[in-house]
C-alpha cells in the first residue's frame, strides 16, 4: 500500500516508517524541515518538505497515497526550559482540519491520527477507557478540535491516544535519569497520581496494526497493561541509577490518568511487547 507519513522524522516515524517498509509498503514522507528529510529517508520514506499549514504543500506527498498517517507533533523536548506547546496545539485544533481537506482533495479515503490519552481523567485509583468523553476544559480543546475533525470528516479514520512515551529518542527516561543521578527527581505532592505509559516501539507497532487491520471509526487508547503512580515510577528511576529516591514538591499533583488498553487489543490484535514501565526501562 503507498502511505503518506505526516511528521516522517519524528521519533514515532522512527518506529512506523521502517516497519511499513518492511512489511512492503511504500511511504511518501513530509517534514517541516529540509535537514530533516535525511532523516525521513533513513527510516525509509521518500521525503517531502512542506507544512500541515500549508495545503499546496500536502499536494505532492499525497498524490496517489491510499491512507495518511499523521504523526506530525512539535512537543518541546525534556529539559527545554520555558518550553513553548502552542505550535502543538495549533497543530492539533488546526493542522487536523487542514489535512482532512487535504485528504479530500487527493482523493485519500483513509486517515489514522495520533492523539493523546493523557486528558483521559480517571478519579481516585479507578480506570478510565474509551467510553468516557475527554473533559471539555480549556487545554483538552485543541485535542477534542482535532478528534473531532477526524470523526466529522466522513472518512475512514482512526484515531490513536498514545499514553506518556518513554524509549529510545522520546528524551523522557533519558531526562528521568539524569535529574535522579543530579538528586534533582521530584514529583508533585505525594507523587500519588496515576499515568498510563506507552514504550515508543509499542506505539509505533500499534499505527501499523491499526493501518493493517482496518480499525476504522475506532478511537483507541494505546497504553501499557500497568499504569503507575509517578512516586512509584520515578522511585523506580531512581533505583535503577542508584540515587536517592525522588522529592515531594509543594505542588499539587496533577490529575491522574489510569487508562485500559483491552479495547485497542481487541480491535489491533496488538498487545505491548513491553507490558510494564520495569520491562520498558530495562530494554533502554
Not at 478510565?128 to 478528534?147: C, F, R
Amino acid at each position: 500500500m503507498h502511505i503518506a507519513v505526516i511528521g516522517a522524522s519524528g521519533v514515532l516515524a522512527r518506529n512506523v516508517v521502517p516497519r511499513l517498509i518492511g512489511r512492503g509498503h511504500t511511504v511518501n514522507g513530509l517534514v517541516n524541515r529540509p535537514e530533516s528529510a535525511a532523516r525521513a529517508q533513513a527510516f525509509g520514506a521518500t521525503p517531502y518538505v512542506g507544512d500541515i499549514f500549508d495545503p499546496a504543500t500536502l499536494e505532492k506527498p499525497l498524490a496517489g497515497c491510499k491512507a495518511v498517517l499523521n504523526l506530525a507533533t512539535s512537543v518541546p523536548r525534556p529539559g527545554t526550559p520555558n518550553p513553548d506547546y502552542g505550535r502543538n496545539a495549533r497543530m492539533r485544533r488546526e493542522g487536523a482540519a487542514i489535512l482532512v481537506a487535504a485528504c479530500k482533495a487527493a482523493g485519500v479515503k483513509r486517515l489514522i491520527q495520533q492523539s493523546i490519552a493523557l486528558y483521559m481523567v480517571s478519579e481516585g485509583d479507578t480506570f478510565t477507557d474509551e467510553s468516557t468523553p475527554l473533559p471539555p476544559i480549556p487545554p483538552n480543546q485543541p485535542v477534542i478540535a482535532m478528534e473531532t475533525a477526524l470523526r466529522e470528516s466522513g472518512l475512514d479514520f482512526c484515531i490513536l491516544r498514545g499514553g506518556g512515551f518513554y524509549g529510545p529518542d522520546t528524551g523522557y527516561d533519558a531526562e528521568w535519569r539524569r535529574l535522579a543521578r543530579d538528586g534533582a527527581l521530584t514529583h508533585a505532592g505525594d507523587g500519588g497520581n496515576w499515568v498510563s505509559l506507552i514504550h515508543v516501539a509499542d506505539m509505533g507497532a500499534a499505527v501499523v496494526a491499526a493501518l493493517e487491520r482496518g480499525a476504522w471509526g475506532e478511537t483507541l487508547a494505546i497504553v501499557d497493561d500497568a499504569p503507575v503512580t509517578r512516586r512509584a515510577l520515578f522511585e523506580h528511576v531512581a533505583a535503577l541509577e542508584g540515587a536517592a529516591a525522588p522529592r515531594g514538591t509543594a505542588e499539587p499533583r496533577p490529575a491522574s490518568f489510569r487508562v485500559a488498553n483491552a479495547r485497542a487489543r481487541r480491535a489491533l490484535g496488538w498487545a505491548p511487547f513491553y507490558p510494564d514501565y520495569r520491562t520498558g526501562l530495562a530494554a533502554g
